[in-house]
Every structure is written in C-alpha cells, then in structure tokens.
C-alpha cells in the first residue's frame, strides 16, 4: 500500500484479556519496528524485525508482550493477559533497510478498562 | 545509557515568529539524526534529515543544525504557521545501531 497501516485504530478491552495488533507495512520494506507511545510521552522501542533475521526484542517490556512477522511482509503484536499500564498508542514503522527515516502508521490506542 | 534529550517540553510562538526546536544527544557514536513531526492522532512524520558529516541542512522552510562539538541538534522553522503546531521529535542513530532512538518530544503551539 501506499502507507503502514495499523488496525484496529483503536481498542477498549477488559483488564486481563489478550489483544493482537496489525501492522501492514510498506510493500518492499524489509525493516519493520514496533513502539509504544504513553500519553504526553516519547517513543519507547518494543521490537525489531530485519528480513529474515531474528527479532531484536530487547524492548519488550515483559513476557506478555509478544510479536510476529509473516512472510516478511504484515506484523503481529501480541499483548497477553492486559493490564492498565499497558494502555497506550502502539504505533508501527517500516524502512528499507534499518537505518534511514522510518514510515510511521497512524498507531493503535489501545485501552485497558 | 546513551540517550536522546530535549530542553524544551512545550514552545509558544507568535504566528509568521521564527521557531528553535533543541535537542541534545549523548551518544557520540551518533552519525545520523531526523526530526519527526507528530500532529495529534497520527503517527510521527519525518521531516528532515542530517548526517554527521554535515552541520547544517536546509528544507523547505526548516532548517536543522548540528554540533557535534557539544552533542546539540536544532530545528529551526521559518515564518511559523498554525499548522505547524505540533510534538517535534529528534531521533538518532548509529551505524552500528538497528534502530532509531527517539527524544522525549517538544510541543510547539503558535498562537495566531
């Protein structure tokens, strides 16, 4: 597609439940990256995907949090057993190669209730 | 750790002012740098781009300054318009690095 497309744009769920977000990067991007935005607050690196390589998952901030890449292309991150804290705006990137300026989605707000 | 700052956490200006946006960085193994615009509900955009080679790169209307002499980067905008409100956000890297590292994020708000 023309962008990184996330869904869902947003998301309410109960305390303790899982979630799974999407990301459709850029066709042809082989890098792709998950953040976590809190309200008011910078960008915090989850995890990295490069190509067929193994994830960088360095900030992943528990063993809830989990992510997949399919055929190189869409990713999956996977919030286990929710809790407030996580309430935040998950946003996706892609690039061409690691360095360089990321493509940015829209993100997805997620609500823990 | 190495991280990236910013000075400012909200910025004020006057419609058709010129605005600085600061940011310091603390790694000197840094060699790459982008600003990101980020208006309310949509992701970061970039904006403009510096490698370490260069001190000062011109866009349109923007304009970013590096010294690597005191790991300090600026984003200036010329003639600051209402639609420029938004978080800016400088971002670094390395080329031993995988990723970019993000800014705490500087609001700008013009006042018309």
């Known amino acids: 597609g023309a962008g990184v497309s996330q869904s869902p744009s947003n998301k309410v769920t109960e305390k303790g439940k899982d979630v799974e977000l999407r990301c459709d990067p850029i066709?042809?991007?082989?890098?792709l990256y998950w953040y976590r935005q809190s309200l008011g607050q910078g960008l915090e690196f989850l995890i990295y995907?490069?190509?067929?390589?193994?994830?960088?998952k360095s900030g992943l901030p528990s063993d809830r949090f989990s992510a997949e890449r399919t055929g190189g292309s869409v990713s999956t991150l996977t919030i286990q057993r929710t809790q407030q804290e996580d309430s935040a705006v998950y946003l996706c990137?892609?690039?061409?190669?690691?360095?360089?300026?990321?493509?940015f989605g829209s993100g997805t707000r997620l609500t823990v209730v | 750790g190495e991280s990236v700052g910013l000075h400012l956490p909200t910025l004020s200006v006057q419609e058709g002012d010129n605005s600085i946006i600061n940011c310091a960085y603390s790694?000197?193994?840094?060699?790459?740098f982008i600003w990101y615009k980020q208006e309310s509900g949509k992701g970061p955009q970039f904006i403009i781009d510096?490698?370490?080679?260069?001190d000062k790169r011109q866009g349109q209307r923007v304009t970013v300054l590096l010294n690597k002499t005191v790991k300090h980067l600026s984003l200036q905008i010329a003639a600051t318009q209402p639609g420029d409100s938004a978080v800016y956000f400088c971002?670094?890297?390395?080329?031993?690095?995988?990723?970019?590292?993000f800014g705490g994020g500087t609001r700008l708000m013009v006042k018309p």
């Open positions: 066709s042809g991007h082989t890098a």
């Open positions: 990137a892609s690039s061409f190669t690691p360095l360089g300026g990321y493509t």
């Open positions: 790694n000197s193994a840094s060699d790459y």
């Open positions: 995907f490069q190509g067929n390589s193994a994830p960088d």
């Open positions: 971002a670094e890297t390395s080329n031993a690095g995988n990723m970019l590292t």
């Open positions: 510096i490698r370490s080679n260069m």
